[in-house]
């Protein structure tokens, strides 16, 4: 067994053992849900020609059908529905999928991989949702090419950057990305001279190689702990917020979380210089993964390590790592301006992260009292980031050898939610590693269910584009809400499939579930008594 940790007492040690067939029938049961998540994923197809964002530089812009649907009132409206009704059965499709191979056998891992390739499919051309993030990737890749350094000037300073489609709010903004991306951006707009549509499409192609990653590590990396792939790979690739967001939206945060993955999986299996490599690829994406390297020094180290050498290897690890990345900072002039990225994070807050929500509750009640709100919700939101990195450094510190994946996961986890700014496809960063050390079918897969549920409704209402000047008898964004909420309520309470996942629970099965997780337990202790072996690193 590899670092990461037994698994005993997760929901893959009940029925879905890698050994169990699945019959036809049940193949045939899985095909319905991903036709029907096909068809969900064609509307958002069609509902993105009217919402989705298209850049002022666009010859699609001077279509006719295009013009009509974002111009006309009807065009709008429907465009709107077509989008939220079809994220929403997407939505379905996938709790669906889960629900017909409960069984999780040795065909299963064949039926989710079709699932995300037949889902992937219509996203992969829709036009922009969710976020526009793209386009300033092309602004990016612009500076780069010109001469002039991301890390120093915002794209404001191209010429016609506005008819590229990147948001004025990041006009000014330096670049969060590593120096990976910035090559990979500049090789972009020199393929295809800043043209936004065939520059989008590329950009996806290349988000997608941070999917395929993931549908061929994630399984892998989910076995070495004795969890079942397929299952692992339903929970975190084919959910729909992994495709809005790495696909529809091509955020280039699949690449990194997918070469992540790949990483961690090479340092699992003791090949562990290739690990840091692969996961330096990652942070030259995007800073974020560097919370990796410490839990791969923990792997390098072994068992039974003396803390000299734990630091050793951690000095190790991040002298190849960083090392690399300052090497790779030399081509464009790059240096090592990606360290900002870390040192200094966005200010503000997103008001449905734990910490900006709490934040608000504080300012609010401390208000009342006639004391200095705003002060006491900073120092909240501050202590919660500090409470994340104390938490990592227990987690690196402190923990069961073979649960190292699981320590970095729930450090990765702490760092995210923690923080006073969440974007919707966060969450997606560290669920890979939450999935392949495993997840109950108890309030942790539910917990999974109402965020993704969540974040896919925020979404559909959040990031619409529609000029002012339509006229519309509701607004595109409360007609959206209203939609999701409507269908949300569907797979609530209307749905006889649906609704057993959240409501139909009965006290008698939890009382039985949380019974036979802790006999599960007892017998993990007592294997581990047994066969200390197990403890050991990379068994294959």
């Known amino acids: 067994m590899t670092a990461g940790g037994a698994h005993l007492g997760t929901s893959e040690s009940q029925p879905g053992s890698p050994a169990t067939a699945v019959t036809e029938p049940a193949k045939r049961r899985a095909y319905v849900a991903i036709i029907e998540g096909f068809l969900g994923a064609l509307m958002m197809f069609v509902g993105s020609i009217g919402t989705g964002w298209i850049a002022n530089g666009s010859p699609m812009i001077r279509q006719p059908v295009v013009i009509a649907l974002r111009t006309e009132g009807w065009g709008v ?11 929403m059965v997407l939505m379905r499709s996938w709790l669906r999928l889960g629900q017909r191979l409960s069984a999780w056998g040795i065909s299963s891992l064949r039926s989710v991989v079709i699932a995300i390739s037949a889902w992937s499919l219509p996203l992969l051309f829709c036009v922009p949702v969710f976020s526009r993030d793209v386009y300033a990737y092309t602004g990016q890749g612009r500076l780069v090419m010109e001469g002039q350094n991301p890390y120093e000037v915002g794209i404001s300073t191209l010429n016609n950057w506005f008819a590229l489609g990147a948001d004025p709010a990041w006009a000014e903004n330096r670049t969060p990305y590593g120096p990976y991306f910035l090559w990979l951006a500049r090789a972009v707009v020199g393929l295809t001279g800043a043209q936004p549509d065939v520059s989008v499409l590329l950009f996806r192609l290349v988000a997608g190689a941070g999917v395929l990653l993931c549908v061929i590590y994630v399984p892998k990396l989910a076995e070495l702990h004795g969890i079942n792939g ?12 992994f495709l809005i967001s790495f696909i529809a939206s091509a955020h280039n945060d699949a690449l990194m979380v997918g070469l992540a993955v790949a990483g961690v999986y090479f340092a699992a299996t003791r090949r562990y210089v290739l690990g840091i490599l692969l996961v330096t690829a990652s942070i030259g994406i995007k800073p974020i993964t560097v919370l990796l390297l410490p839990f791969i020094g923990v792997m390098w180290a072994g068992p039974a390590a003396s803390w000299l050498r734990k630091f050793l290897i951690w000095g190790a690890t991040a002298g190849i790592s960083f090392g690399v990345l300052a090497v790779s900072g030399i081509p464009y002039n790059l240096g ?22 709490l934040g608000q509750q504080v300012e609010f009640l401390a208000n009342v009292l006639g004391l200095p709100g705003g002060t006491f919700a900073t120092l909240l939101r501050t202590g919660m980031k500090y409470a994340a990195i104390a938490l990592v450094l227990l987690l690196m510190f402190r923990g069961d050898y073979s649960r190292a994946v699981r320590r970095m996961a729930l450090a990765f986890t702490a760092v995210v939610m923690l923080a006073p700014i ?6 997606l ?18 917990s999974l269910y109402v965020g993704v549920t969540f974040f896919v409704v925020f979404g559909a209402q959040d990031q619409l584009s529609v000029w002012s000047f339509v006229e519309l008898p509701i607004d595109a964004s409360s007609l959206a809400f209203v939609t999701a909420l409507g269908f949300t309520f569907y797979l609530l309470f209307l749905d006889v499939h649906t609704r057993k996942l959240l ?28 066969q200390p072996d197990r403890q050991q690193l990379g068994s294959r």
């Open 503 to 530: 409501i139909e629970a009965k006290p008698l099965d939890l009382a039985r579930r949380g019974l036979n997780w802790i006999t599960a337990r007892r017998e993990l202790r007592r294997l581990r008594a047994e």
């Open 77 to 87: 409206t429907v465009s709107t529905i077509l989008l939220t009704v079809g994220a």
């Open 422 to 427: 969440i974007q919707p496809w966060y969450i």
């Open 230 to 241: 397929a299952r692992a790979l339903w929970i975190s690739v084919a959910n729909p917020l």
């Open 429 to 446: 960063w560290f669920l890979p590693f939450l999935a392949v050390t495993g997840i109950r079918d108890d309030w942790q897969i539910r």
């Open 336 to 357: 090592l301006g990606w360290t900002w990225a870390i040192m200094d994070p966005t200010p503000g807050y997103t008001g449905y992260s734990p910490s900006g929500f």
